[in-house]
């Protein structure tokens, strides 16, 4: 496994970091995320047109680029260094990826290329009302209705739910778990936006009453081709945070340069040293987690490794990358001192985002139980 980047990923990175820096600076950012929809579709068509980033790891064969988790977690390592407010986790990393894992021939044919040119926007809807993220917890059942199937129970904090396209449901029936595909305009489907911390990702309460749904998984219990899915999901989320991380730290860092107190920049106090000594320690840490995570994606994808070695570097990844954002987003806050709390400061978008993100498909705590029992601690 190699962990360097090559000249054509580095480009990449460039390539998107100057893209959203003229498309999505932070007065954008404030702008759109208090949109009902919550993103710019003009940008998310030059997203899909001039860059192709929708389609960047969809095979070739469904419309996209055929790219690998690699190139995918330096995508959401900018996306999550310039906060941009746009449905991509939700249809790449979530939908694309568990259409993927399940291996429905006929679901990827009929949904992946409208993914991957962006006229589609998916989700997957995992927990429920409850708030657990595991999938033991998942109540919502479905039956079969002749040569389709029929969905009742309610899911939560469901990503981009409230204008999705496409709903890739996790519910229960007499084989266990499975995935069924609703379309959006489907009759009794409901749903409601919720109040949600952080305003750069819109969140929804979608409810299923006798929801006519198409199985998409195969026969028999799907946790394992889900739990494929929902790890490389993870992988790029660590990405995004540790992006988000390494802009909280460049902020710190070039405000404790330039504000001085007692005739000497801040920077040079040893408390504020010590403080970003400790930031570059979580983003450096951070970053190597999310990495290990992406080409771990990669190589199970490309059949080089099976799903064991993703799903710890997964777990390892979500429980470090969360709280490293989440420490240096708050000592960002604290180097800024008073306008660092201010609603027009910037400091406090990336610290809703470290929180939210944080929670979002189980908080540390799980992810490090989890890891522990995969390698048998």
Same mark, same amino acid.
């Given at each position: 496994?190699?962990?360097?980047?090559?000249?054509?990923?580095?480009?990449?990175?460039?390539?998107?970091?100057?893209?959203?820096? /003229?498309?999505?600076?932070?007065?954008?950012?404030?702008?759109?995320?208090?949109?009902? %929809?919550?993103?710019?579709?003009?940008?998310?068509?030059?997203?899909?047109?001039?860059?192709?980033?929708?389609?960047?790891?969809?095979?070739?064969?469904?419309?996209?680029?055929?790219?690998?988790?690699?190139?995918?977690?330096?995508?959401?390592?900018?996306?999550?260094?310039?906060? $941009?407010?746009?449905?991509?986790?939700?249809?790449?990393?979530?939908?694309?990826?568990?259409?993927?894992?399940?291996?429905?021939?006929?679901?990827?044919?009929?949904?992946?290329?409208?993914?991957? %040119?962006?006229?589609?926007?998916?989700?997957?809807?995992?927990?429920?009302?409850?708030?657990?993220?595991?999938?033991?917890?998942?109540? +919502?059942?479905? $039956?079969?209705?002749? %040569?389709?199937?029929?969905?009742?129970?309610?899911?939560?904090? $469901?990503?981009?739910?409230?204008?999705?396209?496409?709903?890739?449901?996790?519910? =229960?029936?007499?084989? /266990?778990?499975?995935?069924?595909?609703?379309?959006? *305009?489907?009759?009794?489907?409901?749903?409601?936006?919720?109040?949600?911390?952080?305003?750069?990702?819109?969140?929804?309460?979608?409810?299923?009453?006798?929801?006519?749904?198409?199985?998409?998984?195969? *026969?028999?219990? +799907?946790?394992?081709?889900?739990?494929?899915?929902?790890?490389?999901?993870?992988?790029?989320?660590?990405?995004?945070?540790?992006?988000?991380?390494?802009?909280?730290?460049?902020?710190?860092?070039?405000?404790?340069?330039?504000?001085?107190?007692?005739?000497?920049?801040?920077?040079?106090?040893?408390?504020?040293?010590?403080?970003?000594? *400790?930031?570059?320690?979580?983003?450096?840490?951070?970053?190597?987690?999310?990495?290990?995570?992406?080409?771990?994606?990669?190589?199970?994808?490309?059949?080089?490794?099976?799903?064991?070695?993703?799903?710890?570097?997964?777990?390892?990844?979500?429980?470090?990358?969360? *709280?490293?954002?989440?420490?240096?987003?708050?000592?960002?806050?604290?180097?800024?001192?008073?306008?660092?709390?201010?609603?027009?400061? %910037?400091?406090?978008?990336?610290?809703?985002?470290?929180?939210?993100?944080?929670?979002?498909?189980?908080?540390?705590?799980?992810?490090?139980? =989890?890891?522990?029992?995969?390698?048998?601690?």
């Amino acid at each position: 496994m190699d962990f360097a980047f090559t000249p054509e990923q580095e480009e990449l990175r460039s390539s998107l970091r100057r893209f959203f820096a /003229g498309k999505s600076p932070t007065s954008e950012v404030r702008r759109v995320s208090e949109t009902a %929809d919550g993103y710019d579709p003009l940008l998310w068509k030059q997203m899909a047109e001039q860059l192709e980033l929708q389609g960047l790891v969809i095979p070739e064969e469904y419309g996209g680029s055929g790219f690998t988790a690699v190139e995918l977690s330096v995508v959401f390592e900018e996306m999550g260094r310039a906060l $941009v407010c746009a449905p991509y986790f939700s249809s790449v990393a979530l939908a694309a990826q568990v259409l993927l894992a399940v291996g429905d021939d006929e679901a990827k044919a009929r949904w992946l290329p409208g993914i991957a %040119d962006g006229s589609l926007i998916a989700t997957v809807a995992v927990t429920e009302d409850d708030g657990a993220w595991g999938l033991e917890h998942v109540l +919502a059942s479905a $039956v079969p209705a002749g %040569d389709s199937w029929v969905l009742d129970g309610a899911k939560t904090f $469901v990503v981009d739910g409230h204008l999705a396209g496409l709903l890739l449901v996790v519910a =229960r029936n007499d084989q /266990g778990l499975g995935v069924f595909a609703v379309e959006g *305009d489907q009759p009794g489907l409901t749903r409601t936006p919720l109040s949600v911390l952080d305003f750069t990702r819109k969140l929804a309460r979608v409810e299923f009453n006798a929801v006519p749904a198409r199985r998409i998984s195969p *026969d028999g219990d +799907a946790t394992a081709a889900l739990s494929r899915g929902l790890d490389a999901a993870l992988a790029a989320l660590a990405a995004e945070q540790a992006g988000g991380a390494a802009r909280c730290l460049e902020m710190a860092v070039d405000y404790a340069k330039t504000r001085v107190q007692f005739g000497r920049p801040i920077g040079s106090f040893q408390a504020i040293k010590h403080k970003c000594a *400790d930031m570059l320690v979580a983003v450096e840490s951070a970053k190597s987690a999310a990495y290990y995570a992406a080409w771990s994606a990669a190589d199970a994808a490309g059949g080089v490794a099976d799903g064991g070695e993703l799903a710890v570097a997964a777990a390892l990844a979500k429980a470090y990358c969360s *709280d490293a954002y989440f420490q240096v987003a708050a000592e960002n806050i604290q180097i800024h001192g008073g306008i660092g709390y201010t609603w027009e400061h %910037d400091a406090h978008l990336y610290f809703r985002r470290a929180k939210s993100s944080q929670l979002l498909f189980g908080g540390p705590q799980r992810h490090r139980s =989890r890891f522990a029992e995969l390698v048998g601690i």
